[in-house]
């Protein structure tokens, strides 16, 4: 059964100083879609992770001009004692069926969240993954291959309204069976109608080369194609369960 729910919590952000980076002289990104200044810092969708919601993730429109996605931001906090681990990918998006779509574009290396009751963000360097100007894709976390028989809870920061308009956010209740990402209708509209995870998405135009994501509120530090940022919380849960049925 679905176990998705909406979460409300005090949240306190401390925002510290960055204090990795990796480039000494970042380049920016020609467009990016960030959607962190249209959040409330308190609301989070959950859970993701086994044994049942193993895909949360954000449709997009690619940019007109800048087609390269570069880098893809999400923001979890892990809730169990237990560690979520995921994977990242990205796949077209089939609008009329509300799936993905063809084969993987993107995967990247198993990763982990940390930090019990840390709000931090996640940052893929998708590198110079090329897409199609005006189509939409989907970029999502997965652990449908990753099941060890221990469950883990994970939310993700999300707007209760509809932030950006070539997108929203999407789930799909697949267990550990990752195929039904292209099989079934995933759920959307689920905090409010278009409503969108707090994301950010970096585009380049083709031919400008790797760039590395400046350090933002929520600061990147950059290991091995993810980045944690540094906010911290204290978690005072109320609120607001919302299943499906
Ligand atoms: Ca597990
Ligand atoms: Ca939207």
Known sequence: ?????????????????????????????????????????????????????????????????????????????QDDPEPSPFQFFVMAWDPANQRAAGPVLFASAPLTTSDRGVMKSYTILTGSLRLISGMQYVAFINCSNLFDGIEDNTAMAGLTRDAYSGGAFVFLNNADQFDRVRLDPWTSNWLAPGGDAVFIARFLPEGAGQVVPEPGRWMLLLCGGIGAALTRGFLRRRACRMKRG
Do not use: C, H
């Open 1 to 77: 059964m679905p176990r998705l729910t909406v979460k409300v919590s005090s949240l306190l952000i401390l925002l510290s100083g960055i204090s990795l980076l990796v480039n000494t002289s970042p380049a920016k990104a020609q467009t990016t879609i960030d959607t962190i200044p249209f959040w409330d810092r308190t609301t989070v969708i959950t859970w993701f992770g086994e044994p049942n919601t193993a895909t949360y993730g954000q449709t997009f429109t690619v940019p007109e001009t800048d087609n390269v996605l570069n880098s893809f931001t999400f923001l979890l906090r």
